[in-house]
């Protein structure tokens, strides 16, 4: 375990999972423009709206993430808030990760559900 909280096995298994898993989630923005493209909307207005689209999911962790060993459990947060991944995509990591991940996301909906 190093200082962060994480084990350099950890580390690698998020290099190799974060491609997959960005993969996963492009896939499914692109079903979504595809949808998009398809409704009975004008195309300026289909133009338009797949443009902000793009804008937005461009920014989102799923598409883009900056892999700094000091931002894993930054990203992972970020990864499982916008559904690109869930908490059951950390199996394979350590308890630490697995129960801060845990921790954080059982305290959040119990605060939104308050």
Known sequence: MNNNGFTNADWTL????????QEAYMDKLTREYIQLLSSDSTPTERFWALEKRIKEDKHRAGVCIDMRRSLLFHNLMMLISEGVISLSDLDGFSDEIKDRMDFFFKNRSESEDA
């Open 14 to 21: 998020f290099k190799r999972k974060v491609p997959e898993w």
